[in-house]
């Protein structure tokens, strides 16, 4: 256990270990597929299905990405999305799922599992409460780009917005170019790469998880402290920017890690049942 | 929540009143109980347009009496303008409550204005060389039709949707606002801010006028009150970010130019898209794209970011 403690600390991690019981149920990495939801489709990825969402409403178009799948429909791609606000949300199943253009505010919010890549922009909010799955997009962002993930792979090629990952739980965000003020605020798990500049604030009142950046940091916020990087985490960097095909203009072996502070930490991890026993 | 769009043709005019219509009214849902558009023409040497009106929508309903108070309202206006020297070559109805005047004066500008709205019921909504300020209940489509906006040549524009937060639903409480009695500026406003009061009272000290509670109007009377002690309007634009507090993301025209500007927090929305002949922002994407239903190329401003753009 020590060992592991040791490890998981090296990687940048944090320290203490999960107890909550939906933690260990549903989270745990060494119980890989271990919850399914009961309305899962058949995925065959091979089966290919595509339609224009210009004349469509975010409610239609959402509908008949579901219809898709029910059909057994496992990779689609929405053409035309016209920056239309919540599409591709609330998806709890293995999927490849294309946008041809840009997608709006709050895009592929509370995904569970689907691969997302959006060819053009997303607006505010995109992937919020992500839960696992990749979400990534091959141009700009906005504010509060994955506001409180908890898991899963979220990449932007281009710029994002400010607030970026505010109370993120967990997963990886991954952002090519520049990020705004506020990245990382509240931040209590997870890992946030930004491989261009940083605004002002960074990681501002951040309990837990660990920012890299490639570029310059405006400013850090409160309780943010710069963290010693590790072989391990140049590994890990190497390879999670590689799978994207990522590299700040540093150089990964030049970035800078940045971690909480802890003065301000006040975090637990048990869940209110078991706190109502214990108190 | 409130919606915000401004929009600049470098070098051009186009349909800038069909083009504000068609990203105000996708913007509806961030606000749907008044509409905006401060839209800037082509505009023609000492001469100047005045936007009035001499009731709110509402008072249409009050009977008989209205008709004859808003007629002895304009008339009374009419005679004041002539007072003063100004001689009106153009009197179009906007609506049966609202009008459009063209005309030459040389005096000064706030004697004028103090004294057309010292008329009981008459309210100036602009008054500029180019800048006409339309703004009444409803949505885009629906304002834009009653005052015939569509086919309205211009270089550029911004507009507003509201949701009534703060005030009343009225004219009087819609933006974009004047900067009274300032020629040509106005301003479209997305936030809050919380030195108000302090500010305006500073500026009142110093013989500004305000014609309403909204702090919106505020940023419109500083961005001009620098200007007239000849700042330029991006540096005007800079000091605001630091003197005003709050969270806000703010849209001015000048007769010739247009600038946005984000607080130090970035806590209200924005979306740019820029070309080399034009220019169109928003509060969501939403409405820029549509005008142009292709994909483009658009971002985010950053916090404390200050741009101004020049027609």
């Known amino acids: 256990m020590a060992s592991v403690a040791h490890k998981s600390h090296d990687m940048g991690l944090h320290t203490e270990q999960l107890t909550g019981r939906t ?21 065959d990825f091979d089966n290919r299905a595509e339609f224009d969402a210009g004349p469509m409403t975010p409610t239609e178009v959402n509908l008949k990405i579901r219809e898709l799948m029910k059909q057994g429909a496992g990779s689609i791609t929405v053409k035309n999305p016209q920056a239309k606000h919540a599409l591709g949300v609330g998806i709890l199943n293995r999927l490849n799922l294309t946008f041809e253009g840009s997608l ?19 607006g505010w909010s995109c992937a919020e409460n992500m839960m696992a799955g990749t979400v990534v997009i091959e141009h700009n962002a906005g504010s509060t780009f994955g506001a409180a993930i908890r898991g899963g792979d979220l990449v932007c090629r281009g710029d994002v917005g400010s607030r970026t990952g505010i109370d993120q739980k967990g997963g990886t965000i991954i952002v090519g170019g520049r990020s705004g003020a506020f990245s990382g605020f509240m931040m209590q798990r997870g890992r946030m790469i930004i491989c261009g500049d940083a605004g002002k604030n960074l990681g501002d009142s951040m309990y837990d998880g660990t920012i890299y950046v490639g570029g310059e940091v405006e400013d850090l916020g409160v309780d943010c402290v710069p963290g010693e990087m590790t072989e391990n985490e140049l590994k890990w960097l190497t390879a999670k920017l590689g ?9 990964i072996e030049n970035m800078k890690k940045f971690v909480a502070g802890k003065q301000l930490w006040n975090y637990d991890n048990l869940e209110p049942a078991e706190k109502k026993l214990v108190l | 929540m409130c919606g915000i769009a401004g ?13 504000m219509t068609s990203m105000l009214q996708s913007l509806k849902h961030r606000g749907p109980d008044s509409t905006g558009f401060a839209l800037y023409g082509n505009a023609v040497p000492d001469r100047y347009v005045m936007r009035f009106k001499a009731a709110e929508q509402e008072d249409m309903k009050s009977g008989f009496g209205i008709q004859e108070r808003i007629r002895e309202r304009r008339e009374e206006a009419e005679s004041r303008l002539a007072s003063l020297g100004a001689t009106i070559e153009n009197a179009d109805p906007a609506t049966d409550y609202s009008w459009r005047y063209v005309f030459s004066y040389d005096g000064d500008m706030r004697n004028l204005a103090d004294y057309m709205e010292d008329i009981e019921g008459v309210e100036i909504l602009s008054i500029g060389k180019a800048l006409e300020l339309v703004k009444d209940l409803g949505d885009a489509e629906t304002v834009s039709s009653q005052y015939s906006l569509s086919g309205f040549q211009g270089t550029h524009a911004i507009g507003h949707t509201r949701m009534a937060t703060e005030s009343d639903v009225d004219i009087r409480s819609a933006h974009p606002y004047w900067a009274y009695p300032f020629s040509d500026v106005s301003v479209v406003h997305n936030g809050q801010l919380t030195n108000y009061w302090t500010l305006r009272r500073e500026m009142e000290r110093r013989g500004h006028r305000f014609m309403s509670n909204c702090d919106s109007e505020l940023i419109a009377v500083y961005i001009a009150d620098r200007m007239a002690r000849d700042e330029d309007l991006e540096s005007a634009m800079v000091r605001s970010v630091d003197e005003l507090d709050g969270v806000f993301t703010y849209l001015v025209a000048t007769s010739d130019r247009l600038g946005m500007a984000k607080d130090v927090m970035a806590a209200k929305p924005m979306v740019l898209y820029e070309s080399d002949e034009f220019v169109g922002l928003a509060s969501e994407e939403v409405a820029i794209r549509s005008i142009f239903p292709d994909e483009i190329e658009t971002w985010d401003p950053y916090h404390g970011e200050v741009k101004v753009w020049q027609a």
């Open chain 1, 243 to 251: 799978t994207y095909n990522i590299e700040p203009a540093c150089g």
């Open chain 1, 23 to 43: 933690q260990q149920r549903f989270f745990s990495s060494s119980e890989e597929e271990n919850f399914t939801y009961p309305w899962s489709f058949e995925v």
């Open chain 1, 104 to 122: 709006g505010y709050f895009g592929c919010g509370l995904v569970d599992g689907p691969n997302i890549r959006v060819t053009g922009r997303v």
């Open chain 2, 7 to 19: 929009l600049i043709h470098r070098g051009r005019s186009s349909d800038i009143g069909a083009e």
